[in-house]
Every structure is written in C-alpha cells, then in structure tokens.
C-alpha cells in the first residue's frame, strides 16, 4: 500500500537500511535519493539521520512514472566529475558493501558495464500453460541483482538514444551494443518484493540485546549466544554415467559422481557440517527419498535449502572450511572458483582446500571423492 522503500524492516525503513549499506562502502561517492514526488520530505530525512559527515554528498530527487525516466532524473542530477555510476534497486536493502566495491573495482579495470550476479539454483522449465514443454540448462543462467555500474558517458548516451523500456540498464546497453560483464553477487543482496521477502529480511536484521552473565556467558533475548560448530563428511564413487560436478561447479570431461542426486560431496558435506552446528539432524532427514523433487538436484540447490532451514530455526551461517580428498579432478586451478559459488549461495564465508591421499585407500585409486567440512554457526544455544 506504499512504496516499498518506506516500509520498514525493524525500527528503520527499508531505505534506510539501503543507504546503511551505500554508507560503508569505503569509496567517496556522491549518493543520489530518486524518490516519489511526496516522498522526498522523508527520503532527506533519512539521508540527514544516516549520511552524517557524507551529507553533503547526498540529494533527493524527484523520480518519474517509469523506472528510466527515475534513473533519467538520477543521472541528470550528478557533479560533472562523476565517471562511474552505479544504480542501485534501494529494495536490495541488505546487499553488502563488497558487492559496490566488486562493481566498481570491475568498471575501472574493463570500461564495461558490470552487474553483480548469483547462479540459478533452482530446475528450470519452460511451460506452456500447465504442461511442461522443455528443460532449461541452468549452466547459462545467472540471476542479476544491483549495484549495476557503467561508466558514465555510455549510460547517458545510451539513455537519450533509448526508444523503449526495458527490465534494468544492463539491457538497455546490451540493445545498443554495449559489453557487460558480471562479478558474484550476494545472496542478502535479495529484492524485497513480497511479504515473505520482507519476512526474511525482517528477520536478517532483527535486533539483538546482549547481556553477560557469570553463570551462562552472553544471552539473548534471554537465551544463549554462543558459536556452534558442526562437522559433515561424505563420500561418492566414480561412475560412467553423467557429468561431474563438485564444490557447485561442473567438470566437463570427468566421470561422475554416483548418487541420488549429482553426487556433489563437498556441497553434501557442508550441507551436514550445517545441519549438525543446528543440532537439526543429517543431510538424510531432510533431502531423503521422501523429497523427490531434490532427485538429480545440483548441490546449490541443496546448500540455498539448507541455508533457509538454519535461519529459519534462528541461526546465521558464520563460515564454512571444505577439504576434498580427490585424486581427480584436479582442484587447485578452480578452487577460487569454487569458494566464489558457494559463498555466494550460503552467504557467508567458504574456503576450500584440497588434498590427496598418496595414492593410499579408495580416493588414492581414483575410485571417488570424500569431502569433509566444518561450519560455524552463531545464534540461540
């Protein structure tokens, strides 16, 4: 019944907490507010409260009836000296400020438009009315979140030569010819949009109070904050049939690893480790034969529906160490690779190292993998 960035999250609306994250981006930026025409009054209040020494690096503008003629009035606004622009949906409240710091760091190196982006983990189908029509490889799909960052003089000259509307501005450059690349987004990065959008969000930001006592440490709410860590294993063999895929990326040209779903054991692995920190069981009491709709599933699809679980029980993921026991694939060239994904997907920090067993046992014959991971949670004892 309003607009979305005035509603609030906790005791600050959701533009608040956009700007909070504009804020702490170490890099000096000018911020342009574009907001309803009978919004500015509370947009400039905002940006008084939040901005502190950085206000005079703040405006309100006024916005127009679509969303280029909003980012339009944004850009008209902007000192003579500003090279980059990044435009942000202030729904995405609770993206992080490395992300602006990726974009930006990306622009400067490439001259291209950049956008941050996370992989598409859920099966896709292409539907015509209720029935099924064909399969979507997911391999090619990203999902595209903001800050979305250009270089300024191909935004302007892309939006005065722009003839229709289109969903963000990396298509409209894209329509005129214009390269743009992609660095990893953020799962906080989320667009509030529906009511369990804001419920989720409401809960990533809801407030703590903390006291300590002698007896029980620090508690919140009355209840124990403490970290919890939790440990997870698992083991897959080689098959013939397949494609690999391991740590949440795919292996072209190496066998398979075997198993209800694709086999991933360093996703399975986490996916316990995270369980275990919970107290809320193994991987086998929530993605079993009872869930067939996680059958063939990649490992992103298993870590983004277990991230949900642990925070729905009132946990936050702190960070995740993975070690692969592998003869094969050869880990070292993709392991940044690696921990960029499932970071990405869980939201928190993952790390990833890799190892043999001089040849000793079933991984030493390149029978198959064995991961093990340890998570850290932190949240209610």
Not at 97 to 117: K, L
Not at 224 to 242: K, L, Q
Not at 299 to 321: D, K, Q, S, Y
Request: charge should be negative; proline fraction near 5%; glycine fraction near 12%.
């Amino acid at each position: 019944g309003e607009p979305k960035a005035f509603v609030g999250l906790d005791d600050r609306t959701i533009l608040a907490h956009a700007l909070d994250g504009v804020l702490a981006v170490p890099t000096p930026m000018q911020m342009v507010v574009v907001a309803p025409a009978d919004r500015r009054g509370e947009a400039a209040a905002e940006l008084d409260v939040r901005a502190g020494d950085r206000r005079h690096l703040a405006s309100v503008v006024v916005g127009g009836d679509t969303r280029q003629a909003s980012v339009a009035a944004g850009l008209a606004a902007l000192w003579g000296d500003i090279e980059v622009v990044l435009v942000h949906d202030a729904a995405r409240a609770l993206t992080p400020p490395e992300v602006f710091e990726r974009v930006i760091s990306a622009v400067d190196e490439t001259g291209w438009g950049i956008i941050p982006v996370i992989p598409v983990v859920d099966t896709l189908k292409r539907v015509n009315g209720a029935r099924i029509t064909a399969a979507i490889d997911r391999a090619e799909l990203a999902a595209a979140q903001t800050p979305q960052g250009f270089r300024r003089d191909v935004l302007v000259t892309s939006y005065a030569a722009a003839g229709e509307e289109f969903t963000d501005d990396a298509a409209l450059l894209q329509s005129q010819g214009h390269t743009v690349g992609t660095v990893a987004g953020d799962e906080r990065s989320f667009k509030i949009t529906t009511p369990s959008d804001l419920e989720r969000a409401r809960h990533l930001v809801a407030p703590t109070t903390t006291v300590r006592g002698p007896a029980h440490g620090t508690a919140q709410h009355g209840r124990a904050i403490i970290p919890r860590v939790g440990i997870g294993t698992d083991v897959h063999a080689f098959t013939d049939r397949g494609t690999l895929w391991l740590a949440g990326l795919e292996w072209p040209g190496g066998p398979a690893l075997e198993g209800h779903s694709d086999g991933d054991a360093v996703a399975h692995a986490i996916v316990d480790a995270l369980l275990s920190a919970a107290g809320l069981g193994d991987i086998g009491a929530h993605f079993g034969t009872a869930r067939p709709e996680f059958a063939g599933a990649h490992g992103a699809a298993f870590l983004t529906e277990t991230r949900l679980i642990v925070e729905r029980a009132g946990f936050c993921i702190g960070n995740v160490a993975v070690q692969v026991q592998a003869a094969r694939p050869k880990f070292a060239p993709r392991r940044a690779e690696a921990e960029q994904v499932l970071s990405a997907v869980l939201g928190a920090p993952v790390s990833v190292s890799a190892t043999t067993t001089d040849g000793l046992g079933f991984v030493g014959a390149a029978e198959g993998v064995q991961a093990f991971a340890v998570a850290m949670l932190v949240g209610r004892a």
